[in-house]
């Protein structure tokens, strides 16, 4: 689809309903066919942090399916996404102190992950510093991910976005990386990327070192796969402390969670038509 004009396309926050989930529920992931939701559960220091879906009943209504079978540890297992083909990744720190990788992939079918790897070479390779988000292209060749830095404290020091390309089994950095994300990044904290399917528009979370400690979503685009991306823009229709976009495969909708009442739930804006 053609690239709309403003973030401010997007209006009319909705909640969306999980059916027979009781809990928190972040970091949305909307599957490419539209059927199933992934999220995960509270990401609070010293929870046992694991992977959901459920399957859609109606334009704003889920039905909760359980765990996501295999993909879950007794650490921390968030951040949910996959390719066009199934393969499917997600964030974990089940053996960080041993390898320092923390992303995963695996094969989704019926509910579970199976064949689960850790994503090899996307890691810094340095202690503290931690692969917190991220999201996978539509055809499996890119991963669009999070550099953090974290120094003992639950937000990290640093974070901005990074890109990584598939080599064979494995991904490797995008040598220009920084040059594509230059704009996007920015001295605030930069996390929870979310590509289109054309990867023209990136959708992200920035939050303000000293600030309010409130979250926002933010939208940056290129004209071209090759090209920069521009400074980004506030997403406005998302208010509150927001987090964890993910745009749906047409790009008409985007999803996030949202801290309401104290505790998480998962809504939507709808890109506006012409």
Known sequence: MALSPSASDFAGPQRVEIRGYEGDSMEPFISRDDRFLFFNDSNAPGADTNLHYAQRIGELSFEYRGQVEGANSSELDAVASMDQAG???????????????????????????????????????????????????????????????????????????????????????HPESDVILGQANTRALEYAPSISADELELFFTRLEPGGSMSPSIFRSVRGDPDDVFRTGELVSAAQGFVEGPSLSLDGSVLYYHKLEDGVFVIYKVTRKGP
């Open 87 to 173: 393969r499917f990744f997600f964030v974990s720190t089940r053996n960080y102190l041993q390898t320092l990788n923390s992303i995963f992939s695996g094969r989704f079918a019926g509910g579970s992950v199976s064949e689960i790897v850790a994503v090899s070479g996307v890691s810094m390779d340095q202690l503290g510093y931690i692969n917190f988000d991220a999201e996978i292209s539509l055809d499996g060749e890119r991963l669009y991910f999070v550099d953090g830095l974290f120094r003992g404290g639950a937000v990290p020091e640093r974070a901005d976005m990074a890109i990584a390309v598939r080599t064979g089994n494995g991904f490797e950095r």
